[in-house]
């Protein structure tokens, strides 16, 4: 965790994270490379067929994709089997963990068989699925939860056994029932973790969502990727990899940078 | 009101491993109304088990504590305890912490609000509001744990070690803070401590346990005026008869029954040298 530390005042009164841009040295070696790209191209050093100027790009994706309905609808498809998983795996870890993290008992039955079943790859599973389920959204789905699954299950059950027991015995004096304890201890104290695990999940999400897509020829962005490429428009490959990168800034920017700056307000 | 609060025959055993161990033997000893009762003991004696069955937080093997003629079975809105690790929620600002118990009570939110204010006045935190405790000093941390205690109108007060975790400086301005809180408030204070100078200091009686398992080895009643001074003359002499006390069970203890047990190893290995 981050040891800067920020004074109270301060604090206070910068109650929204602001929208930072990367600091400027990335930010030159970013365009430089960027720049580098685009002559290699422009000079004839490099096809175009088979790598697009980042001007091409650019321009594709603002004349011809932000106007093109079928690509929103692949980029929402995509977007909601992401988000559709990582919130079922929440609604299902969220408990169980804080359940195992609680219970000796309880963990000693669960946490073992989590733990084997977390270190297999889950797209070895996914050909199993497909069979079962049929492909369609709703194995997409059940994959990208069974995947976020375990990074949220492990975060959110070492959080609840970091609880201090002085912190529990507060709320015992103060005569808290189990909603309270839950509501006033558990949540709170879990939630930087809750945070951590979500950030994994999302990246492990994303590139199961993508292989499903391809795997199983889900209208989505990965698929995109996939016919584009072997049509040899390599345009549209580009641009769908450029909206993925986008969609996960964004994620991160304006959902985890902000999630993690509330809880670095207080923590240690 | 006499015998307010009570310990009757209080005794705590663990379960480890390998059987049973009897933390807490038995414990008697009555609190009265209004009255400032320091626990002393040596380390690991089980003082603080003992406090944590004084407030329902434990259940005693045998024995019951009673209170105001009712028996203790678990947490009761009369008694708030100040913990030793200052036990603040990181989370909650200053403000929030200090609510946090009227909260749990369903008090308004208005009237939480003004009750954790005038108490955070109180305890000298005025303007410290919106910090969160890692901002503060140790120090303040506690000020806030007392606040804490002290916004849902407890009728006794329980304090585990308060001030062990402070540097001596501040433990003797908070220490004289506390007695003139209590003097104020009349309401029942039980502090358990490992300081004696500090029991003697705030304690109307001074309860001394024995080593683990425990039992009340004796009470001694502190006649000295208030405010106490460290070098006054009785001051010292009660402070030399109850360290006298707890040094014989520091003897007694299984630390210096090791210690000894090497001693005696060497003097013996000395003796086989000198031969």
Redesign the interface.
């Known amino acids: 965790m981050a040891k800067e530390r920020i004074r109270p005042e301060a604090v206070i009164k910068s109650k929204k994270a602001p929208f930072k841009l990367p600091n400027s040295d990335g930010l030159a070696l970013f365009i430089i490379l960027v720049l580098g790209w685009e002559c290699a191209i422009q000079l004839g050093l490099m096809p175009g067929s088979i790598l697009p100027a980042p001007s091409s790009i650019i321009s594709d994706i603002l004349l011809n994709k932000l106007t093109d309905a079928s690509f929103w609808i692949r980029v929402v498809l995509s977007f909601v089997t992401l988000n559709g998983g990582i919130l079922f795996a929440l609604l299902l870890a969220t408990p169980l963990a804080m359940v195992a993290g609680l219970s000796k008992r309880a963990d000693s039955c669960m946490t073992p068989m989590v733990t084997i079943m977390g270190s297999l790859p889950d797209i070895a599973i996914l050909p199993i699925l497909v069979r079962w389920v049929g492909p369609g959204m709703a194995v997409a789905v059940l994959i990208s939860s069974l995947c976020a699954f375990f990074p949220i299950f492990f975060a959110v059950r070492e959080g609840v056994r970091e609880i201090p027991v002085e912190l529990v015995r507060v709320t015992e004096v103060f005569g808290s029932n189990r909603r309270d304890l839950l509501r006033s201890l558990v949540l709170p104290a879990t939630f930087p973790k809750m945070v951590t695990g979500l950030r994994v999940a999302y990246d492990f999400v994303w590139e199961i969502v993508l292989a499903i897509e391809i795997f199983s020829g889900l209208a989505g962005l990965g698929h995109l990727i996939d016919i584009s490429s072997k049509a040899c428009d390599m345009v549209t490959a580009f641009s769908s990899v450029f909206v993925i990168a986008l969609m996960s800034v964004l994620i991160d920017r304006l959902v985890f940078s902000r999630l993690e700056a509330s809880v670095r307000r207080w923590l240690d | 009101m006499r015998d307010y609060l009570v310990a009757d025959h209080l005794c705590k055993a663990f379960y480890i491993p390998d059987g049973q161990k009897v933390a807490v033997k038995d414990v008697c000893f009555s609190i009265d109304e209004g009255e400032f009762a320091a626990i002393v003991g040596p380390s690991g004696c089980g003082k603080s088990t003992v406090l944590?069955m004084l407030?329902g937080?434990e259940k005693p093997s045998s024995g019951k504590v009673m209170l105001n003629g009712e028996e203790v079975t678990h947490?009761?809105?009369s008694?708030?305890?100040v913990?030793?690790?200052f036990?603040l929620?990181?989370?909650?600002t200053v403000l929030q912490n200090v609510e946090?118990?009227l909260?749990?009570?369903k008090v308004p939110r208005m009237e939480r609000r003004e009750r954790a204010l005038q108490l955070l006045e109180y305890v000298g935190l005025k303007g410290y509001e919106?910090?969160?405790?890692?901002?503060l000093s140790g120090g303040m941390k506690q000020r806030v744990g007392l606040a804490r205690a002290l916004a849902?109108d407890p009728e006794v007060v329980l304090l585990d070690e308060p001030f062990s975790a402070i540097d001596e400086f501040t433990a003797g301005i908070l220490r004289f803070e506390l007695h003139q809180i209590w003097r104020k408030m009349g309401t029942t204070f039980v502090i358990v401590t490992h300081n004696l100078s500090e029991a003697i200091e705030l304690g109307d009686k001074v309860i001394v346990l024995s080593q683990a398992p425990s039992e009340v080895k004796h009470v001694k009643h502190i006649p000295l005026k208030r405010p106490r001074r460290h070098d006054d003359e009785e001051f010292v002499a009660i402070h030399k008869s109850l360290f006298e006390l707890l040094k014989e069970e520091l003897n007694a203890s299984a630390l210096r029954r090791e210690l000894s047990s090497m001693d005696e190893l060497r003097r013996l290995t000395d003796i086989e040298q000198v031969r």
């Open positions: 944590r407030a937080l947490p009761s809105s008694l708030s305890m913990f030793q690790s036990a929620f990181p989370w909650r946090y118990g909260e749990l009570r919106s910090y969160y405790p890692r901002d849902v």
